[in-house]
């Protein structure tokens, strides 16, 4: 007679599961092998008297290099020649971090430009006046 539970571990829509394991159990997903996008970990758990539970974990893997878009998000209107900046960097090698690339060059926001020219405006007329 069997005495501990087993985990049966399905990814995605598989029909032979990734492993079979009697618990308790540690179990490392290694996700550089799926491709980017959304998955399923589906656990079925099964206790020694026969009894079933499934969980199922949504989850979304991102191993691709990070892409950042400036000048266009989804559903723009747009019309005529629209600069877009494009940045693409991964993550390196995980035991190393990566700097060249990592960070995405914004331009400065317009809220920002106005903000400094309100307060050199001002900074003049004070001036002047005193």
Do not use: C
């Not at 540690?26 to 079933?52: M, Y």
């Not at 940045?87 to 690339?101: E, P, R, S, V």
């Amino acid at each position: 007679m069997e005495y501990k539970s087993k985990v049966y571990i399905f990814l995605d829509d598989q029909i032979v599961p990734v492993g079979e394991f009697e618990t308790p159990v540690r179990f490392e997903l290694d996700t550089r092998k799926l491709v980017d996008g959304k998955h399923t970990l589906k656990i079925v758990g099964k206790d020694p008297v026969g009894n079933e539970g499934i969980k199922h974990i949504p989850f979304i893997v991102r191993n691709g290099p990070a892409i950042a878009i400036e000048g266009l998000k989804d559903n723009d209107i747009i019309d005529g020649i629209q600069p877009i900046m494009i940045n693409a960097y991964g993550k390196g090698n995980q035991t190393q971090f990566l700097i060249d690339g990592s960070e995405t060059p914004t331009s400065i926001p317009s809220w920002l430009w106005a903000g400094l020219i309100v307060f050199f405006g001002w900074a003049i007329y004070y001036v002047l006046t005193s």
